[in-house]
């Protein structure tokens, strides 16, 4: 079984900073890719970062600049700083992995429960 948690949401005031993490633990064998994804009332959920097993990144555009994402290969964990938040950013965040279990030879996506992230003065 594979479980990926979540941390580091709040509310925030415009301009704030947070720092959110997640952590894959479980009978994995090796991560391809893990990345935040984030989704706001009424809105399809959308990628805002994501970084490969080899430290390829890439970032939505409306967070270019502001987001940085990064990840601890050796502790199978990913963070995402934010910076300058804005209340547009406002929304549940989600962790996703794609990995492969022990034992197999294919990979999969797994997603965490989610943290919210409030932006508001």
């Known amino acids: 079984q594979v479980q990926l948690v979540e941390s580091g949401g709040g509310l925030v005031q415009p301009g704030g900073s947070l720092r959110l993490s997640c952590a894959a633990s479980g009978s994995i064998r090796s991560i391809n890719s893990m990345g935040w994804y984030r989704q706001a009332p009424g809105k399809q959920r959308e990628l805002v970062a994501r970084i490969t097993s080899g430290g390829t990144t890439n970032y939505a555009d409306s967070v270019k600049g502001r987001f940085t994402i990064s990840r601890d290969n050796a502790e199978n964990t990913v963070y995402l700083q934010m910076n300058n938040l804005k209340p547009e950013d406002t929304a549940v965040y989600y962790c996703?992995?794609?990995?492969?279990?022990?034992?197999?030879?294919?990979?999969?996506?797994?997603w965490g429960q989610g943290t919210q992230v409030t932006v508001s003065s």
């Open positions: 996703k992995a794609v990995l492969t279990r022990v034992g197999t030879i294919y990979a999969y996506s797994y």
